[in-house]
């Protein structure tokens, strides 16, 4: 499942990337990093410790074992640092070499309970080791996000019932996921979204032994909450890391000068020099290499851009 999001640019951060990166402006609410994460801790119904695997267990005896609370306050809008995105495109030739280039950063949904809610054996509904569950998953799962409304006093509430519909079998821990997603729909009046693709194309000229380097740093949300059985048994600090609905990624073009003897020969003078190598032929050749391996530590850009993403 994937979602469309509007734009906005969003600070830039340096990892992978050695060199200091402008920042850009950040839209409201969203942070520079997710902070550390919470260790997740199971209890018994009256307090005592527990294993979190005894309570993942009953959650997947039936579709309303479990249920998800999510706590607002621990949960945030961010973004990561810049991440190297495919290889940098380098300039061997003796003269500008024109560059088009569409740079795609695809981002998903991890958690810290070992992908008990995001991972590829609940989203392909791989069958786990304990067995598989076959409740009627199709029924209701429901939840209620009351808002005070302080102009009706402070008592009073506002409603909002969620119905996820699973099919008639779940495997692994389907139904923690379930109950995630009436969570989140329940919180944020929006289906939870699982992963996303953004996209930038760039056309730029690339001078004769210069490399032209891309960059992203994707824009997330984390939820923090805690997953609670119908015994009272619970697992809380659950932390659930994914695509951000209200802002979009951003992309950075960098422009360096080539390390010496990646293309083999002489940088020529200036920023540009003549269609010839040094025999008298034409070169038309470039390299690329892994971004994150082409920089080298401390060499700052001598350009860079900014670039919107388009969500897919």
Known sequence: ???RRPRALLPVLALGLTAPLTLLAPPAAAEQGPGETPVPRALTADGRPAEVDDVLKHCRTGRSACTFTIDPKLSREY???VKSLGNAVIN?????????????????????????????????????ASGQVTANLANETAMEHKTPQLDKGPTSSNGNKTTVSGGATASGSLTARLAFEAAFKATYSKSWTVEATEETAYKSTVHAHDML?????????????????????????????????????????????????VCGGTRPPGNTAGGEGGD?????????????????????????????????
């Not at 008298?280 to 860079?304: D, I, S």
Request: glycine content about 10%; some cysteine; overall charge neutral.
């Open 280 to 312: 008298g032929k034409l070169r038309h050749a470039a390299r690329e290499v892994p971004a994150a391996r082409a920089v080298p530590p401390g060499v700052e850009p001598k350009r860079e851009v900014a670039l919107p993403a388009d969500a897919n």
């Open 79 to 81: 973004v990561t640092a």
């Open 1 to 3: 499942m994937s979602s």
């Open 213 to 261: 380097v891309f960059g992203a740093n994707a824009a997330m949300r984390r939820v923090v909450g805690s997953l609670v059985a119908k015994t009272g048994q619970r697992i809380i600090g659950i932390a659930v890391d994914s695509p951000s609905m209200v802002n979009s990624s951003s992309f950075i073009a960098q422009t360096y000068a080539a390390p010496d003897g």
């Open 92 to 128: 061997c030739t003796q003269s500008d070499m024109a560059v088009e280039r569409t740079v795609t950063l695809k981002t998903g949904t991890t958690d810290n309970i070992g992908g008990e809610i995001s991972g590829t054996i609940t989203a392909e509904g791989t069958v786990a």
